[in-house]
């Protein structure tokens, strides 16, 4: 079933005398919505043909293509977890804790070709590729977790593991291209701790560590090897470190409950969150800190997941995934991710006595410049009463009588959009008295 749907929303900040709005999550993106054969999820991934999302409940991990179309559901991947690709995207890694092993998958005909087991009890979890070896990370002891390695290039693989296992739960890993002999590992439950590897010798020698971060849900490391980005829920933002020594850096002020972030290629990030309202997803140009495009999923009530966001490599695209509560795991596809925001402010009375004219002023803003002759449109109770001109500030002001018999008017003012703007809304509340 496939579903096509533009988000709407509302935002309403009372003042003494007046209302002043900030566009609210509304139609600020263009998204397919496609409802998946699965009903569980652990990470969503994408490479250049296809998007991935493991299933552990049904011990499977789906292939759609760029446009949601389900290719196949690869069965039999006891418990998939995490996963990782090989740098040509010619094999997909999947950890099967309840296997004790990796699956690796031909991503072109979506067959299994190969199981490496990794003993008894391990339960691999979060997966790696770098030094030519895939690195895992699995329950080492009752206590304790750990990471292993696979040499998944040799023709005979082997397996190692943690001689001195150091994490309180089986940690979150990434890599990157641009530091090929760095592993990163941060704890994922309940405690704190994150880690830099020097894996080139095929052991993970440990060369920065800090405190200041853990119960990570996800992680990414940008392709530049600079920085590694992690979303952990007990803040308020996403937090940015340095991979050298993990000093802290500058953060992604996103809001609460932070569970996901991915980066493409180009080192355009997006981050997101577990909210039930506002905005979902966050978009940042490479080296800014203040977000290019926000993304609010259509219907609050179904959270992004934790590990459900993916770029396409290119950047051309971005997916989400979003479960109901009740349902099947639901793949969104946002495919203008390339436009800037269309940030709407407006400014009204809080009343006005009836026979009076309303007048609401308000402001068109974005990161990047608009083209000339810009208009916004207005509607009042959903019918259009006005299209009002832009001045070159981003500036509008429009006037109104309401009808005798109202005694409240809604305001809606909307940008259509351009080649480089994503549409924008902004809605207005004024009570109309005796």
């Not at 993106?29 to 054969?37: G, M, N, Y």
């Not at 950890?95 to 072109?108: G, Q, V």
């Not at 490599?313 to 495919?335: A, K, N, Y």
């Not at 009204?348 to 402001?363: D, I, K, L, M, W």
């Amino acid at each position: 079933m496939r579903i096509r749907r533009f988000a709407a929303g509302t935002a309403l900040a009372t003042l003494a005398a007046s209302v002043t709005l900030l566009a609210a999550p509304g139609p600020a993106q263009a998204l397919d919505s496609v409802v998946l054969p699965v009903t569980s999820h652990w990470q969503t991934l994408a490479d250049s043909r296809h998007v991935y999302v493991s299933a552990p409940g049904q011990g499977a991990v789906v292939a759609t293509d760029h446009d949601g179309e389900v290719i196949k559901t690869v069965e039999g991947l006891d418990g998939a977890r995490g996963m990782t690709l090989a740098a040509d995207e010619s094999r997909l890694y999947v950890a099967l804790p309840d296997a004790d092993a990796i699956a690796e998958i031909d991503t072109t005909t979506l067959i299994e070709t190969r199981r490496f087991p990794t003993g008894t009890d391990t339960e691999p979890e979060n997966l790696a590729l770098v030094g030519g070896r895939l690195w895992f990370s699995y329950q080492a002891t009752v206590v304790y977790g750990g990471i292993g390695s696979v040499t998944v290039a040799e023709a005979t693989p082997a397996v190692e593991l943690d001689d001195d296992p150091v994490w309180y739960a089986k940690p979150r890993l990434a890599s990157s291209p641009g530091a090929p002999d760095r592993l990163v590992a941060a704890d994922s439950e309940g405690s704190l701790g994150m880690r830099v590897y020097d894996v080139e010798s095929g052991s993970a020698e440990e060369i920065a560590y800090t405190e200041a971060v853990g119960s990570v849900n996800d992680l990414a490391v940008t392709p530049d090897g600079r920085s590694v980005i992690t979303a952990r829920g007990g803040t308020y933002y996403h937090q940015r470190w340095a991979l050298s020594d993990l000093a802290e850096e500058a953060p992604y002020d996103t809001g609460a409950y932070p569970n996901a972030v991915s980066i493409a290629q180009n080192g355009t990030v997006a981050v997101g969150l577990d909210a039930s309202s506002g905005w979902d997803i966050f978009i940042y140009r490479p080296g800014e800190v203040t977000p290019f495009r926000t993304i609010a999923l259509p219907n609050g009530s179904m959270d992004l997941l934790r590990r459900g966001v993916a770029w396409a490599p290119d950047g051309s695209r971005l997916f989400g995934t979003r479960f109901p509560h009740s349902g099947e795991v639901i793949l969104d596809i946002i495919t203008d991710v390339h436009k800037a925001n269309s940030d709407i402010a407006l400014t009204a009375p809080e009343t006005r006595p009836h026979g009076q004219p309303v007048t609401v002023s308000g402001n068109l803003t974005s990161l990047l410049p608009f083209p000339q002759g810009k208009v916004v449109t207005v509607t009042r109770f959903n019918e259009p009463i006005a299209t009002v001109d832009v001045e070159p500030d981003g500036s509008f002001l429009f006037t109104d009588l309401p009808l005798d018999y109202m005694r409240y008017v809604e305001y809606v003012v909307t940008y259509a959009g351009d080649d480089t703007h994503a549409p924008g809304r902004a809605t207005t509340t004024v009570e109309i008295i005796d």
